[in-house]
């Protein structure tokens, strides 16, 4: 464990990420689980405001999730500025010529400060294991203060199942279950739902989904 934390301190760590994702071509391939009772019950926790998607791509998961719950109005977080383009240009074009998509920010979570009180939901997808653990708690730390009084944080990612697993190539880590909750208490978070994503292919990871609210707010 010890190699693999040094590698996520390396001055390459981040760069390496971006280098490999900017080789990989962008689908809208893959099935989402939604958090519909979360705004539609029959007293709704969250507001269908603001909605922030982090680690965005082309925006697979604004057009065909949360456009779609409908949040109102989605900001994204892309690393990757050929995505972003293609999102500007391309994927996401009608949607923000209607107004729907807000900012379309190019940089890695490491370095994204929302608006202070500004979403309902910041929605983390497949894109929290190119942050080493640092990075990671400060990043939700800077979440919380981008949240409404009522807001929450999702976070869908893989689960290792006992140790930390690098994966060089493309600068990322999977955590197993037991790390990631620590790093949300670290960063001032309780898990309100834990759940984990049905009918994926046997011998891939576990996909974990958690939805999360400031410790103070509870």
């Known amino acids: 464990m010890n190699n693999n934390m040094e590698a996520m ?10 280098t490999y994702w900017t080789s990989v071509s962008p689908t809208v391939d893959g099935s989402l689980e939604f958090i519909e009772e979360f705004v539609h019950s029959e007293a709704p926790v969250l507001n269908n405001g603001y909605a922030c998607d982090c680690g965005a791509g082309i925006g697979r998961v604004t057009k065909n999730f949360l456009l779609k ?16 383009q293609q999102a500007k240009d391309d994927y996401l074009k009608q949607e923000i010529d209607e107004g729907r998509v807000g900012y379309l920010y190019a940089m890695g ?13 910041i929605w983390c997808q497949w894109v929290l294991g ?8 400060a990043f939700f730390k800077r979440c919380i203060e981008g ?22 190539e493309d600068s990322s880590v999977t955590r197993p279950n037991h790390a990631l909750k620590k790093i949300f208490e670290k960063a001032g978070l309780v898990v309100v739902k834990e759940d984990t994503q049905k009918g994926m292919p046997a011998g891939l990871f576990v996909v974990r989904m958690y939805m999360l609210k400031p410790a103070d707010r509870t």
């Open 9 to 18: 301190q390396q001055p390459t760590w981040y760069t390496n990420a971006q």
């Open 69 to 84: 719950v409908p949040f109102q109005k989605v900001d994204l977080v892309e690393q990757e500025a050929g995505f972003v």
């Open 109 to 121: 979570l490491q370095d994204f400060v929302p608006e202070k009180n500004k979403y309902d939901l």
């Open 130 to 137: 190119h942050l080493n653990d640092e990075d990671l708690v």
């Open 147 to 168: 949240l409404k009084p009522n807001g929450l944080i999702a976070v869908k990612e893989n689960s290792a199942s006992k140790e930390y697993m690098i994966d060089e």
